[in-house]
């Protein structure tokens, strides 16, 4: 089959409810949430008063008044931590302690026909979501190929066998080597509030509007688009074939060297074995330790292919 589905059990969802909960993030996050309706989903980032991210997310509205941040399951008490500092005066409640629903990803040339043969209905563009009783679908690419499922865990088994008789199981490991392919960043545990959005490319890949107004690290981030050049930009990564990648053992937040300086040049963002046993990675580094080489716990380690990401990123 060319469709498969995983369980993302290192996914979870935030929830926030109240007639305030829009208006509350419009003021918190970098992307437009004025623009959330029924039928679409928003990327966005939240970030420190010093314009560094805390979490990456994508936002869809599962009811009226009744919104979830998809977030890595280990940094979201750190979200709601942030979020719940400025929330008291809203008419808005944070759940950051719900697991009631499960996040799913489907994918593969035939992952959108299956999902309408099991829910009825489907996403057809980017970022599109389709929502019905226990389950919300989003397409998270532009070519229909790679979808999230978020199924309400009273009615999930149903929707379960379903997949499971029209897909192929796949795994969470699958699915993060996808992402990474596709150039987008995922914040993790190690690396909150480490980076300024431009260093994770997310001025380019639709996390931020820079037309919205303020919100929180608004100036910080503004200033870097506009006046600004970042010193590292994201790029997709992976072992060199003469290194014994099976043995290595790579997390977010790792430093990375190039040529004979003892100074990080980079960061590892994320990293995922392939199905064939390839370790590949999303990393950050400065354009001089990319052209230098990178390299793994020191300039003597493991080196490093990278290769730009699948998307234009500005030079400027």
Not at 171 to 190: F, H, K, P, T, Y
Request: glycine share 10%; proline share 5%.
């Amino acid at each position: 089959m060319t469709r498969q589905y995983a369980k993302l059990d290192q996914e979870s969802l935030l929830h926030l409810q109240g007639s305030d909960a829009l208006s509350f993030l419009q003021g918190q996050v970098t992307c437009d949430t004025r623009k959330l309706a029924d039928a679409n989903s928003l990327p966005g980032v939240l970030c420190t008063v010093q314009g560094r991210v805390v979490g990456d997310f994508l936002l869809c509205a599962l009811a009226p008044e009744h919104l979830v941040l998809r977030l890595r399951r280990d940094i979201r008490d750190t979200v709601a931590a942030v979020l719940a500092k400025y929330i008291v005066f809203s008419k808005a409640k944070l759940e950051p302690g719900r697991d009631d629903w499960q996040v799913m990803a489907c994918w593969g040339p035939e992952a959108g026909a299956a999902l309408l043969d099991c829910f009825g209905t489907v996403p057809t563009e980017k970022h599109g979501a389709a929502v019905g009783d226990g389950f919300a679908l989003l397409q998270t690419d532009d070519a229909g190929l790679r979808f999230e499922c978020y199924l309400r865990k009273d009615a999930a088994q149903t929707h379960l066998q379903a997949l499971a008789r029209c897909m192929d199981q796949g795994s969470e490991a699958d699915w993060q080597a996808l992402e990474i392919a596709a150039g987008i960043a995922r914040i993790e545990a190690g690396t909150t509030g480490e980076f300024i959005p431009q260093m994770l490319n997310y001025d380019v890949t639709g996390h931020i509007s820079f037309n919205k107004g303020c919100y929180t690290g608004q100036e910080v981030v503004a200033r870097m688009h506009y006046r600004g050049k970042p010193k590292r930009r994201l790029y997709r990564a992976a072992v060199q074939p003469s290194e014994p990648a099976g043995s290595l053992q790579v997390a977010a937040g790792d430093p990375l060297f190039g040529g004979d300086s003892s100074q990080a040049q980079g960061n590892v963002v994320n990293a995922a074995a392939t199905a064939d046993g390839q370790l590949v990675m999303l990393v950050t580094a400065t354009g001089p330790g990319v052209d230098t080489g990178l390299h793994l716990s020191g300039p003597d380690g493991p080196s490093l292919r990278t290769e730009p990401v699948p998307y234009p990123v500005p030079e400027k």
